[in-house]
């Protein structure tokens, strides 16, 4: 039975790891000849389409020969970085992809020295390599250098490297050759990458590294068998490493199901090395270990990292509450909220202490915060939500804040600009590298001093850069950061928006509305440069006098207003301001929406 291999593909973002697996999947005779098949197969929430990443870790097998071979396709971004740090634990080994062009950056090294720690075998796959600017001999010791960075064993370092172009689905050993197809790859999984131990005559246990959620069965686990054989129907007991006092859990194996292609196919039985999913257990979590009744025994577990990050989302309270939402009240909110903490385990969710309709949300980064408040408003909730805002930690008697490791690969020219920006927002230069005619910088940069940056940053590069952030470490608090530096543009009344009064308001700032968007008092409808927020009445209509026809002076010139995505509502949001998030608008407006009561809050806060 050593006909069975559990590998991962790990990589940083958009180095094509689930365009890789669909042709590993095309290849090894998934499909039918005829079958239409999708691009990026394994990405299949809407989300992860249409934004063209991967969200949650997924899990399938090919057969390659008579070797079964499973496959874990995991994110690429520090968001989810604590869905790559489980999927470890159900793997013998790791494929590392990198960019031929872009080459390591830190999400690359982040999952590496994770896969290193656990000590891995690691097949480095160069993948991309037709494209034009690609730079594959100083990206093979740009690898090694990384490898050596994070001292890697003498056998790390001497692992595998092999040339891909995952989307034309080839491989080659060298790197000036091009394949002709994946045999190589799969023939280095085959020879490099161990098989699991298979210990079948000792009791059954399995460590939960991954879940899913059905509406019908409810939570299903997913994990390596480390050792015995489970069967369907079988007592199971369920307890923690990490929380040994705890009483076990008792349960019953109800459904059991392996990976086979795309699909899950019920089995009766399973034995060591298998990666299966299992049904049946209420309130099982990653982490958990699942043992055979009376032999229970806790399998030690990577602690999930710490959220970094926390919003608050509450009811929406604005005049326009509860027109477009399906789901509008605070039960309805809070459940929805704790339902996700069942599949993200990074997540936490706590009560505002004082109120009743807010609750606390924390997690790993903007990204995985900005992908739950888009996926409750498609699926009908109407909420509102508070700045972003970092977790701060004492740490020996100090408050200290998450630093990020940033990565910038920059043209010449703009160079100055970035570091001129980010030297700005208290980060600290550490180094330069030139690719190319490109720059690629290095910098430590508070958590905090990245929010509202990216916008900035692709302005600065005229949309040519590339800016990546991986969670460091816990430092000191570095001292106040300028959130902001420009103000808004804020409605006076409630109504509908018109051209005159918006030609009126444009001359302040730019807007963020059309003709004929209903607005309310205290909504933001624009940003003004200056620091200041300055009222605007865009609901005012021209006077008619008798020397003045309604039409005689149509031709208002209004400048297209600046309509902003999801991310950047709440990279714009000002510490007094909120997001109104319904299923079809977004809009900013003040925590205060009267006029005179925010006037007087300012002037408390000044003192």
Not at 64 to 91: Q, S, W
Not at 121 to 139: A, F, G, L, T, Y
Not at 401 to 411: F, K, L, S, Y
Not at 476 to 498: C, M, Q
Request: glycine share 8%.
């Amino acid at each position: 039975m050593d006909k069975l291999r559990n590998v991962a593909i790990i990589a940083h973002v958009d180095h094509g790891k689930t365009t890789l697996v669909d042709e590993m999947l095309k290849q090894s005779g998934v499909y039918r000849e005829n079958q239409e098949v999708v691009d990026r197969v394994m990405d299949s929430n809407d989300l992860e389409r249409e934004r063209g990443i991967t969200i949650m870790a997924k899990n399938t097998a090919v057969w390659y020969g008579d070797t079964k071979i499973n496959i874990v396709d995991t994110p690429g971004h520090a968001d989810f970085g604590g869905e790559v740090e489980r999927i470890l634990k159900m793997v013998n080994g790791v494929i590392l992809l990198v960019d031929a062009a872009e080459g390591p950056m830190p999400q690359t090294r982040f999952v590496l020295s994770r896969a290193l720690e656990m000590g891995h075998r690691v097949i480095v796959v160069v993948n991309k390599i037709d494209r034009p600017d690609q730079r594959i001999h100083e990206v093979i010791d740009e690898v090694l250098e990384l490898l050596m960075d994070l001292d890697a064993t003498d056998e790390q370092l001497d692992s595998p490297m092999l040339f891909c172009s995952g989307r034309n689905g080839t491989a080659s050993y060298s790197p000036d050759v091009v394949g002709t197809d994946l045999k190589p790859l799969f023939e280095t999984i085959l020879e490099y990458i161990p098989a699991p131990e298979m210990d079948t005559e000792s009791p059954f246990q399995m460590l939960v590294s991954s879940l899913d959620y059905n509406e019908y069965v409810g939570r299903i686990a997913i994990g390596r068998i480390e050792r015995g054989v489970v069967t369907q129907n079988q007592e199971i007991e369920v307890c923690n490493y990490h929380h040994p006092d705890d009483p076990t859990m008792k349960a019953k194996a109800v459904s059991l199901y392996q990976f086979d292609g795309l699909n899950r196919v019920p089995v009766t039985e399973a034995g060591a090395g298998n990666i299966i999913a299992m049904s049946g257990i209420g309130d099982i979590t990653i982490g958990d270990t699942i043992c055979a009744r009376g032999f229970a025994e806790p399998l030690p577990f990577v602690k999930i990292s710490a959220p970094t990050l926390e919003m608050t989302f509450s009811v929406n309270d604005s005049p326009f509450a509860g027109r477009e939402g399906k789901f509008v009240t605070s039960r309805q909110i809070r459940d929805r909220l704790f339902r996700e903490t069942l599949k993200d385990v990074s997540l936490r969710v706590s009560e505002v202490p004082d109120s009743t309709d807010s609750f606390n949300v924390a997690g790993r980064g903007e990204m995985s915060l900005s992908i739950l408040i888009e996926t409750m408003r498609r699926e009908g909730y109407e909420f509102q939500v508070s700045p972003p805002r970092v977790l701060y930690q004492e740490i020996d008697g100090k408050k200290c804040e998450p630093i990020e490791r940033v990565v910038v690969d920059v043209p010449q020219d703009s160079m100055g600009a970035v570091m001129e920006k980010l030297g700005a927002r208290k980060g600290e230069f550490l180094e330069m590298t030139p690719v190319g005619s490109r720059m690629k910088l290095e910098f430590l940069v508070p958590s905090r001093g990245l929010f509202g940056y990216r916008n900035e940053f692709l302005t600065d590069t005229k949309g040519e850069g590339i800016l990546a952030s991986v969670f460091e470490r816990y430092e000191p608090y570095k001292g106040d950061i300028a959130r902001r530096s420009t103000g808004s543009l804020i409605a006076f009344e409630t109504g509908e928006a018109v051209a005159y009064g918006i030609w009126n308001a444009q001359e302040r700032g730019a807007m963020f509305i059309t003709p004929g968007t209903k607005v309310y008092a205290g909504m933001v409808v624009g940003v003004c440069p200056k620091q200041d927020d300055v009222p605007v009445n865009v609901c005012r209509t021209k006077h008619l006098t008798n020397t003045r026809a309604s039409g005689s002076d149509e031709a208002l010139r209004l400048i297209p207003p600046r309509i902003l995505s999801l991310e950047q509502c709440l990279e714009f949001l000002a510490d007094d301001e909120l997001l109104e998030v319904t299923p079809q608008n977004l809009r900013l407006r003040k925590s205060i929406l009267d006029h005179s009561q925010r006037m007087k809050a300012v002037m408390r806060a000044r003192g």
